[in-house]
């Protein structure tokens, strides 16, 4: 028996306005206080009436660009008719048989599968609903907050071309880089901003040549990555499961609606899924139509930034980075990679400034809770900093030390300049000896005090080497550690 996974996925972007898709109310994450984001409009008053939010509009076309998508000149808006407690108008404002952009693609590369293009059938604009909070206990009453509703939202479709559950976590990873990358949302996953639903069925082909399809199921709203891949795997298991035990086919099971219990790492049954005829569509009266003109496109555009995908490709072909690094440096943000490419034309250096910029500077800036923009170390001086590597005027070691007393210097209110190095190296002698008669003279000392560890090296015990390097760079701080190595075993050898 072989079987083929089959997933698609429908991803909700929250977009980075100020107001609502069609209203003033403020556009602003705001759980703790419940139902004050609101107006006659977003509480689905008689008598209101639509406008659009020009900027949603704007970051709704950046946004389909950046997923290669292509821009109709002409899309309109209809209703999307369904009653949920969080929904007051009775229908969501979306877009239907002409949505205002269509057949983009990202390209997902996995070990498995290797490098595979996704189709995304369209990016649609549409206004979110409210939230349902509920009693998790089951004994409380559920609430409703519509500080939500009226959001605008854009909802990418991909064609069923997913075939992996590690797939569709790396589709959503670009998704959510790309729209970054854009300034369209910040793709907050813990405050919805970002939200997926995964469509899921198995294709499933007997040792007797017959080939069967299970029921596809949504499981709705997955919010995390992690929560993505893991109901997916399960969801392949359990459709297996399911139809081991029963033989149903599609023809005989109706598509439905799962959640995920993330406590719990199972889907579970919430109700049948609707068709777009139970939706009813409608054109909406209240709403013009929107044209795009080529030089509408163009300066939207002309705005965009260079995404992920060709900065990580240009990463590899330019500064010749492992993949993983390119992976490390996009994943940042666009400002990381621009202070990482800085620092690489100062000190010269692709691999040398990406092992810095990646290791120290990324591990003290999630120490301290800055972004880059407010690491004190700026390219300037941490590619000074490099450079005095380059130039054999300090070691790696000291270079580190030197790094750390210049953040400790930020703290205290200390300006961090190229002269501070400088003043650092001098004031904690940390320059590279170049006088060998006086290292010379300090490994004979040492030689001389560790008669055993100089012995147990002649015996073959490698490691005793260690003992005496350490000794001798306490004695001096500014020798170069290779260099040291090599005069010991020379001395200790050679006498």
């Given at each position: 028996m072989k079987t083929t996974t089959i997933i698609g996925l429908e991803v909700h972007v929250q977009?980075?306005?100020?107001?609502?898709?069609?209203?003033?109310?403020?556009?602003?994450?705001?759980?703790?206080?419940?139902?004050?984001?609101?107006?006659?409009?977003?509480?689905?008053?008689?008598?209101?009436?639509?406008?659009?939010?020009?900027?949603?509009?704007?970051?709704?076309v950046k946004g389909a660009l950046g997923l290669n998508c292509n821009i109709a000149a002409f899309t309109k808006w209809d209703r999307k008719h369904y009653y949920y407690p969080d929904l007051p108008k009775g229908y969501q404002i979306s877009q239907y048989d002409l949505p205002f952009s269509y057949d983009g693609w990202l390209d997902v590369e996995t070990e498995s599968l290797g490098k595979r293009r996704i189709g995304i059938i369209r990016a649609h604009l549409e206004d979110d609903a409210g939230?349902?909070?509920?009693?998790?206990?089951?004994?409380?009453?559920?609430?409703?907050?519509?500080?939500?509703?009226?959001?605008?939202?854009?909802e990418i479709v991909s064609e069923p071309d997913i075939r992996t559950a590690e797939e569709a976590r790396l589709y959503l990873e670009e998704v959510k880089r790309i729209m970054?990358?854009?300034?369209?949302?910040?793709?907050?996953?813990?405050?919805?901003s970002l939200r997926c639903d995964a469509n899921v069925n198995l294709h499933i082909e007997t040792d007797?040549?017959?080939?069967?399809?299970?029921?596809?199921?949504?499981?709705?709203?997955?919010?995390?990555?992690?929560g993505v891949e893991a109901a997916i795997e399960y969801e392949e298991s359990r459709q297996l499961r399911e139809w081991e035990k029963t033989g149903h086919t599609i023809k005989t099971l109706e598509k439905r609606t799962f959640g995920w219990d993330a406590n719990k790492n199972v889907t579970f049954p919430q109700r049948e899924k609707e068709e777009a005829s139970d939706y009813r569509y409608i054109p909406d009266p209240d709403l013009i139509p929107v044209t795009?003109?080529?030089?509408?496109?163009?300066?939207?555009?002309?705005?965009?930034?260079?995404?992920?995908?060709?900065?990580?490709?240009?990463?590899?072909?330019?500064?010749?980075?492992?993949?993983?690094d390119a992976n490390v440096i996009v994943d940042q943000g666009p400002k990381f990679g621009d202070y990482f490419e800085e620092v690489t034309k100062l000190c010269g250096n692709g691999k040398q400034a990406c092992n810095w910029v990646t290791q120290d500077a990324l591990r003290e800036m999630n120490d301290r809770g800055v972004s880059i923009d407010d690491f004190p170390i700026r390219p300037t001086e941490l590619g000074h900093l490099l450079n005095k590597i380059n130039g054999n005027v300090i070691t790696i070691k000291s270079a580190r030390e030197v790094f750390v007393d210049l953040l400790e210097g930020a703290d205290d209110g200390a300006e961090i300049s190229s002269d501070r190095i400088d003043q650092i190296i001098v004031d904690k002698d940390l320059e590279i000896?170049?006088?060998?008669?006086?290292?010379?003279?300090?490994?004979?000392?040492?030689?001389?005090?560790?008669?055993?560890?100089a012995e147990d090296f002649r015996g073959g015990k490698q490691a005793a080497i260690g003992a005496l390097i350490g000794q001798v760079m306490r004695n001096l701080k500014g020798a170069d550690?290779?260099?040291?190595?090599?005069?010991?075993?020379?001395?200790?050898?050679?006498?």
């Open positions: 977009l980075m306005t100020e107001s609502k898709l069609f209203c003033e109310d403020v556009n602003l994450f705001n759980p703790d206080n419940p139902n004050v984001q609101t107006c006659p409009l977003s509480l689905g008053l008689p008598g209101t009436l639509p406008v659009l939010n020009r900027k949603a509009m704007h970051l709704g939230k349902n909070i509920h009693d998790e206990t089951g004994r409380g009453d559920s609430q409703v907050d519509l500080n939500r509703a009226g959001t605008p939202l854009i970054t990358y854009l300034e369209v949302s910040d793709c907050n996953m813990q405050e919805g007797d040549g017959e080939k069967i399809a299970t029921p596809i199921v949504e499981i709705k709203n997955l919010n995390s990555f992690r795009m003109t080529d030089a509408d496109i163009d300066a939207v555009r002309s705005e965009m930034c260079e995404l992920p995908p060709a900065k990580r490709q240009r990463l590899l072909d330019d500064y010749e980075l492992s993949s993983y000896v170049s006088d060998t008669g006086e290292l010379d003279a300090i490994i004979s000392d040492v030689i001389a005090k560790n008669e055993k560890a550690p290779k260099q040291v190595r090599e005069m010991l075993i020379e001395k200790i050898t050679n006498g």
